[in-house]
C-alpha cells in the first residue's frame, strides 16, 4: 500500500490497536466512551486479557496462552510469527494506525514495535502512544521500556509517551488504581485529539507533514 495525500481528504480508515494488559485497558475504556468511526484491535499472549478485551477483532499470540513472563523477547518472538495476521488485520484500506501499549513488560514492550513496523512498512500512518512504568516497578523493568521506545521509535511516525512516574507524583495519596485511571484517560485523550485532527479539522493541513507538527504540538502540552 502507498500512501498518498488523498488518504487524509476522506473519512480515514482507523485502527486503535492495544498491545498488552496496559493496551488493552485503554481499548476498554475507548469502547466504554462510546467511540466512533475506528475500529479497536487487541493482540496479547495472555488469554485472559483478550477475553476481557472490548475490542471489535482479537489477535492471540504465542501458542498457550500464558503470556510472556515479562520477557519482551518472548513477545518479539510471539509477534514475528504472526506477522501474516498482523499484516492481514491493517491490510484493509487502513490509513492510520495507533500502536498502544504499557512499556516495561513482555508483552508491549516486544509486540508493540514489531506491529508498527509491519503497519509503516504498509504505508500507514503509525502512531504509538505508550506508558513508562513507575519507579517501583524496578529498573529492569524500566530499561526493557526504553529499549522498547528505541525500537518503536524506529517504526512510527509519532510516538507519545506519558511516565507514570509524573502520574504517580501529581497523585501520590491516591490509590495506585485511581492513578492508572489518570493514566488511562490521559493516553485515551491523546487518541481522541490526533483522531479530531486527522477526521474533523477543516482548517489543518491533513497531510503526513501536517499531522507531524500536530504531534509536536501535543506531545510539548
Known sequence: ???????????????????GCGGNNVINNLYASGINDVSLLACDSDASVLERSKADVK?????DGLGT??????????????VADIRTLLGDGTDVAFVVSCLGGGCGTGVAPVVAREARQMGITTICVATLPFVLEGTQRFGQSLEGVREMAKNADGVFLLNNQYIFRQ??????????AQTDGMLCNVIRS???????????????IGLRRFLRKIISI
Open 194 to 208: 490526533t483522531i479530531e485532527f486527522i477526521t474533523k479539522q477543516k482548517k489543518a493541513n491533513r497531510d503526513k
Open 1 to 19: 500500500m502507498k500512501y498518498t495525500h488523498k488518504s487524509f481528504l476522506r473519512q480515514s480508515n482507523i485502527k486503535i490497536i492495544g498491545i
Open 69 to 82: 513472563g515479562g520477557n519482551p523477547n518472548v513477545g518479539k518472538k510471539n509477534a514475528e510469527e504472526k
Open 171 to 180: 497523585h501520590w495519596d491516591s490509590p495506585i488504581n485511581e492513578a492508572f
Open 59 to 63: 489477535l492471540q499470540l504465542g501458542n
